[in-house]
């Protein structure tokens, strides 16, 4: 089945304690990106890539970082949490970008204390 | 920066109503992308639209952009439960991609 994981669905950590969500995608998709959704607000980019080793800042990417080393997978590491960053987190793929069909993951619930 | 903004935030409504959503914005937009969204889940694309005054249907939902591409809008004929969630719309910004979400609406068919 054509899908995106994240994991975990939910996280509850403490300031400062460094943690990385997963997010791999089975469609050989060459965009990936990271949202967080936040009441009042709608889903923000944080980070996109257009392909492997390719990334590049969306509209909130402070205190967040990525990587792309492979085409499936495209984690979003939080070096030093804040309770700030208390969301819900979406990973994203499509085939080559926004004209394209975007799929989604399930979301992660984090909670920063 | 560009900015969607939905109409209404929410609306209840009996099942049969019919019910429109809003999406504005003062800058224009590429193409323009209707979500809907159910708790614990991640949104599911329900239409792109591209051309300004393009129309599109899909069963009893009717999808507008504006002749200018800046505002569009979401029309649902004899709303069902099932309709019920979240419903969000984004625009492709001018310097592509990017989305620019709308903070959503979020609509209740009740029975």
């Known amino acids: 089945e054509a899908q995106v994981t994240q994991n975990p669905r939910y996280l509850i950590t403490v300031t400062g304690k460094k943690l990385t969500v997963t997010c791999s995608q089975n469609?050989?998709?060459?965009?990936m990106s990271w949202y967080r959704q936040d009441p009042g607000l709608g889903l923000r980019q944080i980070y996109y890539?257009?392909?492997?080793?390719?990334?590049d800042k969306g509209d909130v990417p402070e205190g967040y970082k990525v990587s792309r080393k492979e085409k499936r997978n495209f984690p979003l590491i939080l070096e030093s949490p804040s309770p700030n960053q208390t969301s819900l987190y979406f990973c994203?793929?499509?085939?080559?970008?926004?004209?394209?069909?975007?799929?989604f993951g399930s979301g992660t619930q984090l909670s920063v204390l | 920066t560009q900015l969607l903004k939905q109409s209404p935030q929410f609306l209840s409504i009996q099942e049969g109503e019919n019910l429109t959503v809003y999406c504005n914005s003062s800058?224009?937009?590429?193409?323009l992308q209707w979500y809907r969204q159910e708790p614990g889940e991640g949104p599911v694309l329900l239409v792109t639209?591209?051309?300004?005054?393009e129309v599109k249907k899909l069963k009893r939902l009717t999808f507008q952009f504006g002749d200018a591409r800046k505002d569009s809008s979401l029309h649902i004929t004899a709303a069902q439960p099932g309709d019920t969630g979240l419903y969000l719309c984004?625009?492709?910004?001018?310097?592509?991609?990017?989305?620019?979400f709308g903070a959503g609406t979020i609509l209740r068919v009740k029975s």
């Open positions: 994203a793929s499509s085939f080559r970008g926004l004209n394209e069909k975007l799929f």
């Open positions: 469609m050989n998709h060459e965009y």
């Open positions: 890539s257009m392909n492997v080793e390719v990334t």
């Open positions: 800058s224009v937009f590429s193409s």
């Open positions: 639209v591209v051309t300004g005054g």
């Open positions: 984004a625009g492709e910004g001018e310097y592509g991609n990017k989305l620019v």
